[in-house]
């Protein structure tokens, strides 16, 4: 049985960040570059905690996001939001706005954090997802090859600053990584349901980047779920295969409704 976390209808305008402490997951990726959202399709979508953006995501229809299931291991459900349309994370987030809120959040039941195990969630959304800045990603039926180069993305500040500044979405391009030099570079054996990617430059992943979206074209071809540290390696990052995933996905599509 599919594990599955109902969310209140609750529309939060006036909730109070005091309400609740928000969950220590900070956003941002290490080196990339400041891009438009339509340089990705509109695909990317916020995750916030209460005001705080703490995860990122992928749009994959007009009611349904992805994104990792580790963003949602604290805090109280109900005060999870999402915007999506717009590349600031805070140009679509003010004090009269209403977010789009999640009422249905899936994670996959054989979720195992430590062990990089099914790392991913699909939430509905209580407003359709519509706009001219927004696009839909396809799930991944494509097979990534080593040395193959992939865009991952991710919104909060430009780690090379080191300042909590209000940034806009940042990307890199960067390779597929083999599995066997994947596994001796960080130093752990992986399962088959994950991909490496980067690992050059010091461009790496960091916290918040969380749930955000590798992309092959049109598709989310992994879901971000690990980095051996933000910023100070040149380890690649790990990602859950969306193809390993995609009848879950799909599935709980089905499930959840449009």
Same mark, same amino acid.
């Given at each position: 049985?599919?594990?599955?976390?109902?969310?209140?209808?609750?529309?939060?305008?006036?909730?109070?960040?005091?309400?609740?402490?928000?969950?220590?997951? &900070?956003?941002?990726?290490?080196?990339? #570059?400041?891009?438009?959202? /339509?340089?990705?399709?509109?695909?990317?979508?916020?995750?916030?905690?209460?005001? #705080?953006?703490?995860?990122?995501?992928?749009?994959?229809?007009?009611?349904?996001?992805?994104?990792? +299931? $580790?963003?949602?291991?604290?805090?109280?459900?109900?005060?999870? $939001?999402?915007?999506?349309?717009?590349?600031?994370?805070?140009?679509? $987030?003010?004090?009269?706005?209403?977010?789009?809120?999640?009422?249905?959040? #899936?994670? $996959?039941?054989?979720?195992?954090?430590?062990?990089?195990?099914?790392?991913?969630?699909?939430?509905?959304?209580? %407003?359709? %997802?519509?706009?001219?800045?927004?696009? @839909? +990603?396809?799930?991944?039926?494509? &097979?990534?090859?080593?040395?193959?180069?992939?865009?991952? +993305?991710?919104?909060?500040?430009?780690?090379?600053?080191?300042?909590?500044?209000?940034?806009?979405?940042?990307?890199? !391009?960067?390779?597929?990584?083999?599995?066997?030099?994947?596994? !001796?570079?960080? /130093? !752990?054996?992986?399962?088959?349901?994950?991909?490496?990617?980067?690992? @050059?430059?010091?461009?790496?992943?960091?916290?918040?980047?969380?749930?955000?979206?590798?992309?092959?074209?049109?598709?989310?071809?992994?879901?971000?779920?690990?980095?051996? &540290?933000?910023?100070?390696?040149?380890?690649?990052?790990?990602?859950?295969?969306?193809?390993?995933?995609?009848?879950?996905?799909?599935?709980?599509?089905? &499930?959840?409704?449009?």
């Amino acid at each position: 049985m599919f594990a599955l976390v109902w969310l209140s209808l609750l529309i939060l305008a006036g909730a109070s960040e005091d309400e609740d402490p928000s969950p220590k997951i &900070q956003p941002r990726i290490f080196n990339g #570059k400041e891009t438009g959202s /339509g340089t990705l399709g509109g695909f990317g979508v916020q995750l916030f905690y209460l005001k #705080k953006l703490i995860c990122s995501g992928t749009i994959l229809s007009t009611r349904h996001i992805l994104t990792a +299931a $580790h963003c949602f291991d604290v805090g109280n459900p109900q005060w999870f $939001h999402v915007v999506a349309g717009y590349t600031n994370q805070y140009e679509g $987030h003010t004090k009269t706005s209403i977010k789009n809120v999640l009422i249905k959040i #899936k994670i $996959h039941p054989e979720y195992q954090k430590v062990k990089f195990i099914a790392d991913l969630a699909v939430g509905k959304t209580l %407003l359709p %997802l519509k706009s001219n800045r927004i696009g @839909y +990603a396809k799930v991944c039926n494509s &097979q990534l090859y080593p040395r193959e180069f992939v865009t991952v +993305a991710g919104f909060g500040i430009d780690g090379r600053s080191g300042l909590g500044v209000r940034n806009r979405l940042h990307t890199m !391009r960067v390779p597929i990584v083999d599995r066997m030099a994947c596994e !001796r570079s960080i /130093g !752990r054996t992986l399962p088959p349901n994950v991909i490496c990617a980067g690992g @050059y430059d010091h461009r790496t992943l960091c916290d918040g980047d969380s749930g955000g979206p590798l992309l092959l074209m049109e598709e989310v071809c992994g879901i971000s779920s690990w980095t051996y &540290q933000c910023g100070e390696s040149d380890k690649p990052d790990v990602y859950m295969s969306v193809k390993f995933y995609a009848q879950f996905i799909k599935e709980t599509m089905q &499930q959840l409704g449009y």
